[in-house]
């Protein structure tokens, strides 16, 4: 079983998946071209190719691959894996006015539709890790996906994100800030240092979520705590997972459940307006 944080109900606005707001957890690929006075406008970092009849943008993401610094020293090599994700059921709510974080301010919103409780974390600690849809249009108003991400709590610059120190690293982070770490097993931490994300749990104080449309590729970048694929709407979307992997359960990927504290019945949950879902140039989905 993965090791588990208790969390007190909250609810954080949701935002819309545009690269200066998702730069610490990794990277948007979208087309960045546009048209000005009926000229295509290329970024620097395109050209044109083929013969002039397609425009080439050059090193949209990054691929990482940090293997060589895990403890098993077993090498990962790329993998490319479909991904066939259903829409998410929504857990119903009655209408009610509630406040929302929205960055650093509150804003006061009245919601009738439902929640997608967010319950689990996870990373990938030695791979970046892209989820590139296929089929889904940008102008596909009935169908789109939720990216929720979370930084990871400062511990020690000697610490890295392995196996074997997670669990111990995580209830060392969670005790500083009163929150719960359960689990049935522990570790001991031996590491060289890294310039990577450190090994501590997920600081679900600064979780964020962004709604991204169907012209939208995400990558994660090495490390980032972030929730499994959420699809919203009525069609299920086909996504291309390109990462490194070496086949360790644990040096693939870690997990964190998010359970509500004692005496509470809820703890994470994105609220969504389902009219978001009918207009994709205005989303209105929250956290």
Not at 85 to 105: A, I, T, W, Y
Not at 202 to 215: Q, S
């Amino acid at each position: 079983m993965p090791p588990s944080m208790s969390v007190f109900p909250r609810k954080i606005a949701l935002e819309p998946l545009a690269q200066d707001d998702f730069a610490p957890f990794g990277t948007v690929i979208e087309n960045p071209t546009h048209i000005q006075d009926g000229t295509i406008q290329l970024p620097a970092n395109a050209v044109y190719a083929n013969q002039g009849t397609a425009i080439k943008v050059l090193d949209v993401t990054q691929m990482i691959n940090y293997y060589n610094e895990a403890r098993s020293q077993v090498p990962g090599k790329a993998v490319m894996n479909m991904f066939i994700c259903s829409p998410r059921k929504l857990r119903s709510k009655q209408s009610l006015s509630e406040s929302v974080f929205v960055g650093s301010s509150t804003q006061t919103i009245t919601d009738d539709e439902g929640y997608f409780d967010v319950n689990i974390v996870e990373r990938h600690p030695y791979t970046s890790q892209t989820f590139i849809p296929v089929g889904l249009d940008k102008n596909d108003a009935s169908t789109c996906y939720l990216v929720i991400v979370a930084p990871t709590r400062e511990t020690s610059s000697t610490e890295q994100p392995d196996a074997a120190n997670f669990l111990e690293r995580a209830r060392e982070s969670l005790s500083q800030f009163g929150s719960a770490l359960t689990t049935t097993t522990a570790a001991p931490a031996t590491q060289t240092p890294s310039n990577r994300k450190g090994s501590g749990p997920p600081d679900l104080t600064n979780i964020r979520a962004f709604i991204a449309r169907g012209n939208q590729a995400v990558t994660y970048a090495a490390g980032t705590w972030h929730a499994p694929m959420v699809v919203l709407g009525t069609k299920s979307v086909d996504f291309v997972v390109v990462q490194f992997a070496n086949g360790i359960g644990e040096e693939d990927c870690q997990e964190m459940e998010i359970v509500p504290i004692a005496d509470e019945t809820e703890g994470l949950a994105v609220t969504i307006d389902k009219s978001a879902l009918e207009d994709g140039r205005n989303f209105k989905a929250r956290l």
